[in-house]
């Protein structure tokens, strides 16, 4: 089991995520806009800059669903490849089975 404030940090981070991604959307269809002036485009690269770091989605972790663990993870289930694999081995995956030679 992870630490819980390393699984709430993350958790802020996909909350402010949410909540800042259509400014942040905004911001960077102006930044890019070839039809504004090079000062408009300046200002809004700055209040994109003013934006929390946390917002930014490349910020957060791929963590399982289950213990918080941040490594090995399967993103098709948002699992980690331990809790993967005893769930398969009780057989709660649907179509999922422990191969076995």
């Known amino acids: 089991m992870a630490k819980?404030?390393?699984i709430e940090r993350n958790n802020k981070?996909?909350?402010?995520?949410?909540r800042y991604a259509a400014k942040r959307a905004?911001?960077?269809?102006?930044a890019i806009d070839e039809?504004?002036?090079?000062?408009?485009?300046?200002?809004?690269r700055l209040k994109l800059a003013k934006l929390?770091?946390?917002s930014a989605p490349n910020?957060?972790?791929?963590?399982?669903?289950?213990?918080?663990?941040?490594?090995?993870?399967?993103?098709?289930?948002?699992?980690s490849r331990l809790a993967l694999r005893a769930l398969a081995s009780k057989g709660q995956i649907p179509g999922m089975v422990k191969s076995s030679w």
Do not use: I, W
Not at 35 to 44: D, G, M, Q, T
């Open 59 to 79: 910020r957060q972790r791929l963590r399982c669903s289950l213990s918080g663990r941040s490594r090995g993870n399967y993103r098709k289930f948002k699992l």
């Open 52 to 54: 929390p770091r946390n």
């Open 26 to 30: 905004a911001l960077k269809a102006q």
């Open 35 to 44: 039809n504004l002036s090079p000062e408009e485009r300046f200002n809004a």
């Open 4 to 6: 819980t404030s390393s």
């Open 13 to 18: 981070r996909v909350r402010l995520a949410k």
